[in-house]
């Protein structure tokens, strides 16, 4: 008799994303630039910081377990009611339990070949199958595809980003509410918002838009500058909403997380002056691509996925190369979008850093081969 | 086809302790003390708080995944490897990961009747069956039993808390050491260790003691006043530790919660210092219960059971009536523990509030009848 279950012996001890850490360590460097992971550089509001410092002082005492103020002031914000709110330890964490709550050895899910890996671990985590629908040639998710193939393998789970990470790519609101109406009614639509902050209106439906089998995931570690603070949140109907209730760490999101994420709500004046910073670090980025010869996606996120007019190896060789010269970024794993590089929005002067580092890195390795 | 898994469906959306949050708007009150929870209202060390609020600060950026500064402090002073721990969002959180690794569907787990009822949460959560020892006559769990039990019926999990939670009892390391001994060797002996860093040391068998199936869980929570944060961590030997990697939320330990906690351990003075005012409280504690005319119970822990002399309806009622005079204390779910209720270390003025709401409840509840 094994000690652990035959499902865990069989997976991988792997890590969905090396951190810019681990790589420090690994190659016995310091980043001067952190432009990997989508985070915000510009950090929270003020008013965040201050919250913090205030619950650290308190964090002797567990954090309100029902996330009373927190979830009221979601609700508020968004025009909906708290039971229409979970709220857990990043998009991570929520999709860890919602796959808990869904899928079954053997169940089915579906997503895009190259989408949110973190998903993907934990599906194989609970010992669902993943099947994969390619990217649109022009790189963006395929809803049409998507659908065809959740109706024809009635999925738990389809998997949507909009706007999409690792892309950038967006699709309109009426594409999602069609996405939304085509989903299967035993299948869950899993609408990963991460970057709604960031997008335009006119890509969202409205989030009071509920069905039994929609569930959409909001976080404070994007646009609001708080990924290392760990709070996040999910919207769907209160049938849906209250499963988490079942399985959640109840005390899991701390006391500093729920004051900040709080604090950040309330200052929407200071998400619209970011998302400014962001929208002139996009173009910006943008920019340093072209004058680099290299073809920047269109973004609604807070990073540019830059096409490096080559394969998987020449990007791997040219991020190698970008990441010796002390500026972290990542990029796609998996065919055909591995032939881009990802760079998070930063201040001018990271910006600098990584585009001295790129036109070094491109000297370095020389130009793709056409191919 | 229903959405969620037949298990989850079956599952009540629960709460495994209420919190005093949800106490207060239910009341209408504020509690003047928070003494329900075995927080420590002594708070953390000053270096924790300056660390924390440099990392918040930090915030915009994930937390390490691999959390390589903590883990690499917890291991030098424990004098273990760092392939022996892995770091989680509180025991809870560890707990939740170790059952997802080792319990399917009616598979059986072993603890005691009335021991941690999160513990109890997630073995339901996976679809386990919960197999119950009774505590000793002397209100300690009851290793002998717990043994027998264990033998009999092979389950993929045992529990056993040193020292105990809700009674505060203690065994000797020598009993913990037959525990380790006799736990079948397709059983993992789950040792919660969440009071050590207050138990006298003869209590705890040395850390580096390993066995294949010995897994013991350390915490932030306690003694280190960080219980808002979150942080934790499991001890065992290398190939258990790694299995928690497979399914972890990798970036779900915040920046500020490893920040914190590296400072914490190297203020080691500061941990001495609590540890003198919590036992000077628990003193206390057991001086206003007899003075109650009422049995405190030894305690190796942050807290004291307090014997009410009566049943589980005089016990409830009294905690009631305390609760109302605004101070939070908690009892025990289960008979016949739930003759107890259970009250945290506390500073000087919190305890007063305490006995004074104690001796008012009694003159309103009356005292117990004798049976």
Redesign the interface.
């Known amino acids: 008799?094994?000690?652990?279950?035959d499902l865990?012996r069989s997976?991988?001890?792997?890590?969905?994303?090396?951190?810019p850490?681990?790589l420090e360590?690994q190659m016995g460097i310091r980043f001067k630039a952190?432009l990997g992971?989508n985070?915000?550089?510009?950090?929270?509001s003020p008013k965040v910081?201050d919250a913090?410092?205030k619950?650290?002082?308190?964090?002797?005492?567990?954090?309100?377990?029902?996330q009373?103020a927190l979830k009221s002031a979601l609700a508020e914000h968004h025009g909906i009611d708290r039971a229409n709110i979970a709220i857990g330890?990043?998009i991570?964490?929520l999709l860890?339990l919602l796959v808990?709550?869904?899928?079954?050895p053997g169940d089915t899910v579906v997503t895009s070949l190259g989408a949110y890996p973190?998903f993907n671990y934990h599906v194989a985590?609970h010992g669902g199958t993943l099947d994969f629908v390619p990217y649109r040639s022009d790189d963006h998710e395929d809803p049409e595809a998507l659908i065809a193939r959740a109706k024809a393998l009635?999925p738990?789970l389809l998997y949507f980003a909009n706007p999409d990470n690792p892309t950038g790519s967006v699709h309109d609101a009426a594409v999602i509410e069609r996405l939304i109406a085509e989903t299967p009614e035993?299948t869950?639509l899993v609408l990963d918002e991460a970057y709604s902050d960031l997008a335009p209106p006119s890509a969202l439906p409205p989030i009071d838009r509920m069905r039994?089998?929609l569930l959409r995931f909001r976080t404070f570690?994007k646009a609001y500058?708080?990924?290392?603070?760990?709070v996040a949140y999910v919207v769907g109907e209160p049938d849906?909403i209250?499963?988490f209730?079942?399985?959640r760490?109840?005390?899991?999101v701390?006391?500093?997380?729920q004051a900040?994420a709080l604090a950040a709500l309330e200052d929407q004046a200071y998400l619209e002056a970011v998302t400014t910073k962001i929208a002139d670090a996009r173009d910006r980025l943008a920019a340093i691509a072209r004058r680099a010869n290299m073809t920047p996606l269109p973004s609604a996120t807070n990073f540019v996925a830059i096409d490096c007019g080559g394969d998987g190896d020449y990007a791997r060789a040219l991020l190698s190369a970008v990441l010796k010269r002390g500026v972290f970024i990542r990029m796609p794993g998996v065919a055909p979008l591995d032939r881009m590089i990802r760079v998070s929005a930063g201040r001018p002067a990271d910006l600098a850093l990584f585009e001295d580092a790129l036109l070094a890195a491109i000297d370095q390795v020389g130009r793709p081969k056409v191919t």
């Open positions: 008799m094994p000690l652990f279950t865990a997976l991988p001890a792997t890590v969905p994303f090396v951190g850490e681990a360590r952190r992971a985070e915000s550089v510009f950090g929270p910081l913090m410092a619950a650290a002082a308190e964090s002797w005492a567990y954090g309100d377990p029902e009373y330890e990043g991570d964490g860890g808990q709550l869904t899928v079954e973190t985590g009635r738990k035993e869950i039994p089998n570690s500058g708080m990924a290392g603070v760990r849906a209250v499963q209730d079942k399985v760490n109840h005390f899991g701390s006391r500093i997380a900040g």
